[in-house]
């Protein structure tokens, strides 16, 4: 007799659990609107309506900071949508999103940042994607492995520790939620591009060394992703390329060197088009607003139009297309 009485206080416990949690999640979740992820249903509105033949970009940051989409548009003659939101979404995240709303004669652009094809774990992501889950809860229809569920289980329970533990802070975000000037939903205009730091001047961030390293298959696990993406596109008539983000670092001879050989090594494993190379797109840091990863206005539209020209040539088009 004492096992069904402990089952039923253990199932009373967690139905009490989660009705609390439940309230107080509704009351959090609400205060997150304003986060800069929330520009997720946006994107995917655009994406799912606007007509095919389109063009599809997929990035972290650096594609929200660093590509001028209507410059695209005009040149290419496609409709473009600016997936990119943030490198802690992990790499599987960003795949499966776009998947179902793609179309015969869709272009999809793949512009990851260096850590998520270098390390393994960055294939599920990080707290981000949990945060993405909290604040459009319909996304978790996009997470497809246990590595996915395993980070959002435990970003869970940090997160839900670090509610309680600094609950007056918590509070006071819900009754009045903190808005970004730089980082937040409305800061992107109809094609996925972020704008609120066009008119800002460089905060001088600092150089980092070109340390990617895919030697001793640190670079694996991604690289046969990316692969059966492509392929599975491939039988519905969808084009993948990919290519690589603009990048604040040194110049050093050493820098150029490691450069070359990611570059090497991605082109000679991935199975569909890469065009440029990464050091194409390292910029001086008076290009870059606040990360490494982060364009100014002026940066940003070198960028697209290094970005276009290299479209153009592998789609075949000419200037005066």
């Known amino acids: 007799m004492k096992q069904p009485r402990l089952l039923k206080k253990i199932i009373v416990f967690i139905i009490v659990f989660l009705i609390v949690n439940g309230l107080f999640y509704g009351f959090y979740h609400r205060s997150r609107q304003t986060s800069y992820l929330a520009a997720v249903r946006q994107k995917q509105a655009r994406l799912s309506s606007i007509d095919s033949p389109k063009l599809v970009i997929v990035g972290g940051s650096n594609t929200a900071f660093g590509i001028d989409s209507t410059i695209l548009e005009e040149e290419l003659g496609y409709p473009v949508v600016n997936m990119g939101l943030q490198g802690g979404l992990g790499c599987l995240y960003p795949l499966e999103e776009i998947q179902q709303s793609l179309k015969p004669g869709d272009i ?135 290519t690589f983000p603009a990048y604040l670092v040194e110049g050093k001879h050493e820098d150029m060197h490691m450069a070359e050989c990611y570059s090497r090594y991605v082109v000679d494993h991935l199975q569909f088009p890469v065009f440029g190379q990464p050091q194409d797109f390292f910029y001086p840091g008076s290009y870059f607003f606040d990360t490494y990863y982060h364009l100014t206005a002026v940066g940003r539209e070198l960028r697209t139009r290094q970005l276009l020209a290299d479209l153009q040539a592998v789609l075949g088009q000419t200037n005066s297309e």
């Open 108 to 242: 999809v652009v793949l512009i990851p940042e260096y850590h998520c094809i270098s390390e393994s774990p960055n294939l599920y992501g990080d707290a981000v994607l949990y945060q993405l889950m909290v604040v459009a809860p319909l996304n978790v229809r996009h997470l497809t492995t246990w590595g996915q569920a395993a980070v959002i289980f435990q970003e869970a329970i940090n997160q839900y520790a670090s509610v309680f533990l600094n609950i007056r802070e918590n509070l006071d975000l819900i009754v009045d939620p903190h808005y970004d000037a730089i980082y937040n939903p409305s800061g992107f205009n109809a094609n996925g591009d972020l704008t609120t730091h066009l008119d800002r001047d460089t905060l001088s961030p600092q150089p980092v060394p070109f340390t990617i390293d895919c030697t001793g298959g640190a670079c694996t696990p991604m690289i046969d992703v990316y692969n059966q993406f492509a392929d599975d596109l491939a039988g519905n008539g969808v084009s993948v390329y990919l």
